[in-house]
């Protein structure tokens, strides 16, 4: 199943719409959730299968420790990938993952999560057994899952780590439908008589009295699974404070749960109220008959208030003002109602009105867009309001608690909680600290189910925590705790120190992330800074610097203090056949190439009919053998032109040879050299057109036909019919954009940001569309959460490094570049690393010119050579594994492409960039006068699943790296069918 964060395919226009609950996982027993596969598996014939569920729960203290194994049968003929989509209740962790490795159960470890989405990618490519568990967006999780073999079984283990509230135990057993076989095992470490199970059930659950505890036991085969929890109710000593320690990674670790009487008075309610309503493309998540009720619950018991209404999307919206006299708010609810949702959200747009005395934020708390970020910070306090499953938890509850308010959960809170929660006082954590002890951190300044939950670590053993507290009637109260001698031993404390700690740092994780990443590995768990990643072989552990389970720890460091030599000795090596590379591009740069007409009118080497997919690190010559049947001759000429060989008319530059890249060399000597300073100092403007776009969707169609005014009611008549499309979202965004309606435009383009938030292609494209739209500080923004979600992707860093150049941040972008420049990459991105070197020089050049001094002392001064052109064009894609080809004929009709990769004139293409994203760039120095054709065309692809089509991003620039230098970009797509061409654009080169 996609992340949750998706759009719904019929998802209705306006906020206050019901959910479509049938998109809602079902780990969780979240009212009114509808029952959804929890594997979902791409292009499966058949579904994937839960065959067995095995349950093990242990309650004890203050958390709860759940293990499901399930086993997977996949009945197709073929290999799959699986994705298991969850989201977690508050304060839930990850705290173990375990996947079957031939035969055996092998736990996952801890690590980077950039890192571990490349390993995963890399491995997988293999066909080998790697598991990958993630954490995507606020409470959400996903397991990726490869193989599954044919007509075969996976076997995975999860262990969920959850608060215990006092007497209630929730056991979920929503995973699928039903299942062939379950078992289920559930111990309660410390009751006053026999648990049951509250409410009716099919399922038996009898409990016995053992080792000092109480445990039951289940059996059942082909049972229909309950989609809510079952719901374990027992009594307990009502002990006023209980306290466990646990002594983990040389540190001792106390958590507490003090009990508090049930006191509670009505607040004092505002008289001038600011509401902030989430009106995002994602609003379809919410429960928003439930937000209406409670606010129908407050305005109620406040009366008398006047309201400030904010709706927030891409940016914060024009502010309403609403009067509600006698509790009656109609005219507000319908204007709630009312309220169309569309693009991301951008949480930090929103400001204080100034006036108002508190605010009331209906949001998942999930912001995804905007050109700062979110600072969670409210003069004001803030009652911050959630009902959608999948949300950033630690974020609005620091929202809610740092501004003096309130977080509340409507999605476990049946209506008459919440509203005491809004409406009413009680017991409130002012502040915790004592001696011998430290680092104490709390799960809420409000008590949970009467109950103050803190941890900590312990200096000495003799220590006491001392807390003070505000009672509801405001009267200040102290308490101190001995915490060191005496206190219960529990293999849960440390969990309970590192759950509340992650729950003040997850709030900010870009703050955060170096503290996030250390415990994560401390602890194992998964987090928004590491991953649980399972591989197959010690031998990929110590390739990817993984440090393995312990059973292979002994083979692993052998085998790293091997090939730590060797890595030195590779990089050493990369670093200098990038500088043979670079003086063969300066080579060809400073050659001069005939501009004559040419004397044999013979067409270039064409390639025709549908070219069938090759396998990864195909050279140009393999690739026309292939495709073409080209003979032995020509199938070694193009073979000659991969490695370089110099043409008869001219002598390569030193180690040509080896560099072992696509770049022309020297034929006849016949132009006249540039100017000293590299620019070719051409004379008139060279003009660049692109083909216009046209939309084949009748969507788009029926949305750029409409009359402005009536053009946003049609776009939301069809939203509801695309929401899951990305070109429906370009299309329509285009259609705005070119009516010079920006606003509206910008905020279309916004959703996809929001359609799947750990989506890199589709994150991409957002980017490269802000870009041709002149927003480069939001395509930063972009970027920036793409290098955060692929750092092992060397677009990541480019892209980014483009971003800032474009919004002025020079330093910043050559930093970017150079990483991708010297990076160590994966194979199939061909020639990145040069195309970025390029540019990097480009930047570092036209901050010269303008008399800017950038650092680059960082970079190898063998690497600092700016080389302007006239003309260059780059050509980069949205889909991985995924090959296509960028095509430029000349005014002579000379064709530079792949399998013709420099012209006489002087044009030259990059390498073939044939395992996905590209880029491919063409470039030309002096420029006969005429017109240049840009084409692109689809070669094949390498997918377990492929779209119909393919989105392209071209840049199409003159008088590049000078002061002349002119830029279009567009986005379009192609359709993905072997052969499928389109054209992009053309240059006009001036006589």
């Known amino acids: 199943m996609p992340d949750r964060r998706r759009f719904v395919t019929s998802l209705a226009a306006t906020c206050a719409a019901p959910a479509l609950a049938q998109l809602a996982p079902n780990r969780l027993p979240a009212p009114a959730v509808a029952r959804a596969p929890l594997l979902a598996v791409a292009g499966a014939e058949q579904p994937v299968r839960l065959e067995a569920l095995d349950v093990d729960v242990e309650a004890g203290g203050s958390l709860a420790r759940t293990r499901v194994r399930m086993t997977f049968f996949n009945p197709n003929a073929r290999v799959l990938e699986g994705r298991l989509s969850f989201p977690l209740g508050d304060h839930e962790l990850v705290t173990g993952f375990a996947l079957d490795v031939g035969g055996t159960l092998r736990d996952a470890v801890p690590v980077e999560k950039g890192r571990a989405e490349q390993v995963f990618e890399a491995i997988a490519r293999r066909g080998v057994d790697p598991g990958l568990l993630q954490r995507t967006a606020g409470n959400a999780h996903e ?331 405001g009267q200040t109260v102290r308490r101190t705790v001995a915490v060191g001698n005496g206190a219960t031993v529990s293999r849960l404390a440390s969990v309970q120190w590192a759950r509340l700690r992650l729950d003040r740092l997850e709030a900010d994780p870009r703050a955060h992330d170096s503290e996030i990443r250390a415990i994560g590995r401390r602890f194992g768990l998964a987090t928004s800074a590491t991953s649980l990643i399972v591989l197959e072989r010690v031998e990929d552990y110590m390739q990817h610097r993984i440090e393995p389970p312990a059973e292979l720890r002994d083979a692993w460091s052998r085998l790293v203090a091997q090939a730590t030599r060797a890595r030195e000795q590779r990089d050493a090596e990369r670093l200098a056949l990038l500088v043979r590379r670079f003086e063969a591009r300066a080579a060809w740069w400073s050659t001069d190439f005939p501009k004559d007409d040419p004397p044999d009118a013979r067409p270039p080497l064409q390639v025709s009919g549908a070219l069938a997919p090759r396998a990864p690190g195909a050279s140009h010559a393999d690739r026309l053998q292939e495709a073409t049947g080209a003979t032995s001759s020509r199938v070694r000429d193009e073979r000659a032109r991969d490695a370089i060989a110099p043409s008869p008319a001219a002598s390569p530059p030193p180690l040509a040879k080896a560099a072992n890249i696509a770049m022309p060399m020297a034929r006849t000597l016949v132009a006249p050299s540039a100017p000293a300073d590299g620019d070719p100092g051409r004379e008139g403007r060279i003009g660049i057109s692109l083909e216009p776009a046209d939309p084949q969707a009748t969507s788009a169609r029926r949305i750029a036909a409409a009359p402005a005014g009536q053009m946003w009611a049609v776009y939301l008549e069809e939203r509801r019919l695309h929401a899951r499309s990305v070109a429906f979202f370009l299309d329509a965004a285009e259609a705005f954009l070119e009516r010079g309606r920006r606003t509206e435009g910008l905020r279309v383009l916004s959703n996809l940001a929001e359609m799947d ?235």
């Open 143 to 473: 397991l990726r899952l490869y193989p599954l073999p044919p007509r075969g079984r996976r076997i995975v283990e999860l262990t969920i780590d959850a608060p215990l509230e006092r007497g209630r135990l929730p056991v979920a057993l929503g995973y699928a439908e039903r299942v062939e076989r379950l078992s289920m095992r559930v111990r309660i470490a410390h009751a006053d008589a026999r648990p049951a199970l509250a409410g009716r059930t099919e399922i038996a659950l009898p409990f016995e009295a053992r080792d000092g505890g109480w445990e039951a036991q289940a059996n059942a085969t082909w049972t229909r699974l309950p989609s809510d929890a079952l719901i374990v109710r027992w009594s307990e000593p009502r002990a006023p404070v209980v306290v466990a320690t646990e002594r983990r990674h040389d540190r001792t670790y106390v958590a507490l749960d003090v009990r508090l009487p049930a006191a509670r008075v009505p607040r004092p309610l505002a008289e001038r109220l600011q509401i902030v309503w989430d009106a995002s493309g994602s609003a379809g998540e919410r429960r928003v008959e439930r937000e209406l009720d409670l606010l129908d619950d407050y305005f109620h018991a406040a009366r008398d208030v006047d309201v400030n209404l904010v709706r927030i999307a891409d940016a914060a919206q024009a502010p309403e003002q609403h009067r509600v006299r006698h509790g009656d708010w109609r005219t507000l609810r319908r204007a709630l109602e009312a309220t169309a949702c569309d693009g991301a959200s951008n949480l930090a747009d929103v400001r204080w009105d100034g006036a108002s005395t508190e605010a009331l934020w209906f949001t998942d708390g999930l912001a995804n867009y905007g050109k700062r970020p979110w600072s969670m910070t409210f003069p004001v306090p803030v009652y911050a309001v959630r009902s959608a499953s999948t949300a950033n938890v630690p974020a609005l509850h620091r929202l809610a608690e740092d501004s003096g308010g309130r977080s509340i959960d409507l999605t476990t809170s049946d209506r008459r909680h919440a509203a005491r929660a809004l409406l009413e006082r009680g017991w409130q954590l002012v502040d915790a600290g004592g001696d011998g002890i430290e680092d104490v951190v709390v799960s809420s300044r409000h008590p949970e189910a009467g109950i103050v939950r803190l941890a900590a670590m312990l200096t000495a053993k003799d220590a006491t925590l001392g807390i003070r507290l505000r009672s509801p009637a």
């Open 757 to 991: 938030l750990q989506n890199r292609q589709v994150l991409r494209l957002l980017g490269y569309r802000l870009q041709q739209a002149d927003e480069s500080a939001l395509a930063v923004t972009v970027f920036e959460r793409v290098r955060a979600i692929a750092p092992h992707e060397p677009q990541s860093s480019r892209d980014l490094g483009l971003a800032l150049a474009a919004n002025g941040r020079a330093q910043a972008a050559i930093e970017a570049l150079h990483e991708v420049a010297i990076g160590s990459w994966d194979p199939r991105f061909a020639d990145i690393d040069l195309i970025a070197l390029v540019e990097l020089n480009a930047i570092v050049d036209a901050a010269r010119r303008e008399g800017r001094t950038l650092d680059t002392g960082f970079i190898d001064p063998r690497l600092l050579r700016a080389m302007p052109l006239d003309l260059r064009v780059v050509l980069a894609w949205d889909a991985d594994n995924t090959d296509v080809d960028l095509h430029v004929v000349d005014p002579n009709g000379e064709e530079v492409y792949y399998g013709h990769p420099r012209s006489r004139q002087g044009g030259a293409i990059t390498r073939d960039a044939t395992g996905g994203y590209g880029p491919e760039e063409f470039a030309l120095r002096v420029a006969k006068p005429g017109r240049y054709r840009i084409e692109a065309q689809f070669f094949g692809h390498r997918q377990q699943v492929l779209l119909s089509s393919t989105g392209l991003m071209l840049w199409l620039s003159s008088g590049w790296g000078t002061p002349r230098q002119e830029d279009r970009r567009t986005t379009l797509r192609l359709q993905s069918t072997s052969g499928a061409r389109v054209v992009v654009g053309t240059f006009d080169v001036p006589a």
